[in-house]
């Protein structure tokens, strides 16, 4: 918040003596106003000299402080800038669109909350690919676990669309792709700075054109901020509200719809409970639990909390059941690699001790 | 002469409790809170654990503020004033507000709120209601939402003057409803305590926002009459809860809905400082019932 000085220029009325006068009662800043009641304070003007003046001042520091919230919007309004701008989007997948009568509403935060390997990030992806294609519009998604994979989304934007020619679908293909902007994130701080940056940009750019934001995923929003929770201090509490705040602000003033994941820890008798705990219950809109059976492809998705639906309805929905065990081999072929080395050192190892207990 | 005068009264107890009864409000009875008498000027807290409809609540006080008593020879029931919505939590959902205003004016009586809404399979656009009532109502509702503990402070010290004005146009307004009065808890607790320039210069903490609030809303009730309404999210989670896991002592059993419970059976954790906790006047505890979220 500024210092008095600094208004000094723009408002002549809160010249030296006012700021004197305000440096009488430990005031410096329009912050400190915020903390101060100015009624008092009017009541100390009227014995000084200058009360009329310091007065007017008090009066022009009223309408600084009106200009620095919200502003004010009735009913009607509401409902026409809802009706107008926060439409849904539709994440692709069936039953998630069915639960949530019709997809992600923009002006909404909405979590998803499952177990690991339960599709998270497969929903994510897919609801990616889906508005980039269908919506013409972009998508911002901050991947923090390295598990954005555009190989995946390629099958699902070329999934649907009839074999036409091959340069055509892909220049289609190439158009969509370039709609998302994945960034790596692996702290807290800079998605911090990813998100300002990216609200500077939305304030500062026309409107209009398709390469207006719609959609901003954050996978997962628990790696980042589990690691900072817990301990003494309360700063890592505040660094998740203020990440929330920071979601939803971006989500009302520039009608983008936020999906967000969440793991899940053991809560009591044994069932399991979102991760981030209570403090962060109040920051989404809309929650949905989402499970998979093991090894299968169908995925069940429940609501844990949404503005007007009662929570435990849920819907079963199938995940593109052959091109998982493609992704699937993709994402073990790591793994043989690395498995296959450390058969080859503890090969190597007995043979070391075999030849050297033989040497003995 | 003038001891006598100072010492026989200016009126009797009967004369002054039939002028004050005239005058006065009657009671402010808020459904579902029926059995909760409130008068203007009391400020009444909504406490609950995250999914427990402390919004809905707040939607449903808000609705009876705005409705009229009667018209066109229906009987609504309403305060027929203004009602101030600050969102702290920044969830509102106004197609939800829109949707249970229709099902009001649908229904016309406020008995029938529960079945009808209850009733998944009425179509929204199959309910009729008065086109001229409902824009009267969605303009009575006035909005705003905050970010951060400035924008509130911000908001609270200019109340003050857009109440003013509306009364210029011959409008009352009867209701503030702050949505979630603790969201900033954890911002405003983090806030580091500097040493700032000037020994007796007000940091910005939990103690002082709160302090600061209190009083801007205790001026508010002073100058302009009205009920004064908060929700409170339980940040730390259920009491009793945590208690039964670590054996401290056995479940607690006096769950009410309405708050007869003493400071010293609370069955959540209070965080917010004492000069909010005396403010409030009454308070009402919320749970799901059989829930494990």
């Known amino acids: 918040m500024a210092p008095l000085k600094s208004l000094e220029q723009e408002y002549p009325i809160l010249d030296s003596n006012f700021q004197s006068f305000c440096a009488s009662h430990d005031i410096f800043s329009v912050e400190d106003l915020l903390l101060h009641d100015l009624y008092v304070l009017a009541a100390f003007a009227e014995q000084e000299s200058s009360s009329e003046r310091l007065k007017q001042g008090i009066a022009q520091v009223l309408s600084i402080i009106d200009g620095q919230h919200q502003p004010w919007l009735n009913g009607i309004e509401l409902l026409e800038d809802a009706q107008r701008n926060k439409h849904v989007l539709s994440t692709g997948c069936e039953g998630i669109d069915l639960l949530l009568h019709g997809g992600l509403r923009v002006g909404q935060l909405t979590e998803l909350v499952g177990p690991s390997s339960s599709g998270k990030t497969q929903v994510c992806l897919l609801a990616a690919s889906n508005v980039a294609k269908k919506h013409i519009g972009s998508v911002v998604y901050l991947d923090t676990g390295n598990s954005f994979s555009p190989q995946r989304v390629t099958q699902f934007i070329c999934q649907h669309s009839d074999p036409a020619i091959d340069q055509a679908k892909h220049r289609t293909l190439q158009k969509v792709m370039n709609n998302i902007s994945c960034k790596s994130v692996f702290d807290i701080f800079t998605m911090f700075d990813v998100l300002h940056q990216l609200e500077f940009n939305l304030r500062s750019q026309m409107q209009g054109g398709d390469c207006k934001v719609q959609l901003l995923i954050v996978d997962s929003v628990s790696s980042m901020v589990t690691p900072i929770l817990g301990g003494s201090g309360s700063q890592g509490h505040a660094l998740m509200i203020s990440a929330g705040y920071l979601l939803k602000k971006l989500a009302h003033e520039h009608n983008i719809a936020v999906l967000v994941t969440n793991h899940t820890v053991g809560g009591d008798g044994g069932i399991s409970k979102p991760a981030l705990g209570e403090s962060w219950k109040s920051i989404p809109h809309v929650r949905l639990l989402l499970s998979c059976d093991h090894g299968g492809s169908i995925c069940n998705v429940s609501i844990l909390k949404h503005p007007s639906m009662v929570e435990s309805f849920a819907s079963l929905f199938t995940m593109c059941a052959i091109d998982l065990s493609l992704s699937l081999s993709l994402s073990v072929r790591p793994f043989y690699k690395l498995f296959l080395l450390h058969m080859v050192f503890l090969f190597l190892f007995t043979l070391f001790n075999f030849f050297s207990s033989g040497c003995w | 002469m003038e001891a006598k005068g100072w010492i026989s009264g200016d009126e009797s107890a009967k004369e002054m409790l039939g002028r004050v009864l005239s005058r006065a409000r009657p009671f402010l009875l808020l459904p579902p809170l029926h059995r909760v008498p409130l008068r203007p000027r009391n400020v009444l807290e909504i406490v609950g654990p995250s999914p427990s409809a402390k919004t809905h609540l707040l939607i449903q006080a808000a609705l009876t503020c705005v409705l009229p008593v009667d018209w066109n020879g229906v009987h609504y029931g309403g305060f027929d004033g203004f009602a101030i919505f600050i969102d702290l939590d920044c969830r509102f959902d106004i197609f939800r507000f829109s949707h249970l ?36 109502c969605m303009r009575r509702f006035s909005y705003v939402r905050c970010y951060d503990s400035f924008e509130f402070l911000a908001t609270l010290k200019t109340l003050h003057y857009r109440i003013q004005k509306e009364k210029a146009y011959g409008n009352c307004v009867h209701m503030l409803l702050i949505d979630s009065i603790g969201a900033f808890h954890w911002i405003d607790r983090a806030s580091t305590c500097l040493p700032l320039r000037g020994s007796n210069r007000k940091s910005h903490s939990v103690q002082t926002v709160l302090e600061t609030v209190v009083q801007e ?72 019932s059989g829930s494990e979220y």
């Open chain 2, 101 to 136: 205003l229709k099902l009001r004016l649908a229904s016309g009586s406020v008995s029938e709120i529960d079945r009808e809404q209850n009733n998944n399979t009425i179509k929204r656009s199959s309910i009729a209601y008065d086109e001229e009532l409902y824009t009267l």
């Open chain 2, 217 to 288: 809303i205790r001026k508010l009730l002073l100058l302009h009459p009205m009920l004064a309404i908060a929700t409170k999210a339980t940040l730390f989670g259920n009491r009793a809860m945590n208690e039964a896991k670590w054996n401290l002592r056995k479940p607690d059993t006096s769950y009410s809905q309405i708050g007869g419970i003493t400071a010293l059976q609370l069955p959540y954790r209070e965080y917010m400082p004492s000069a909010w906790q005396t403010f409030v006047t009454h308070r009402i505890l919320l749970r799901p």
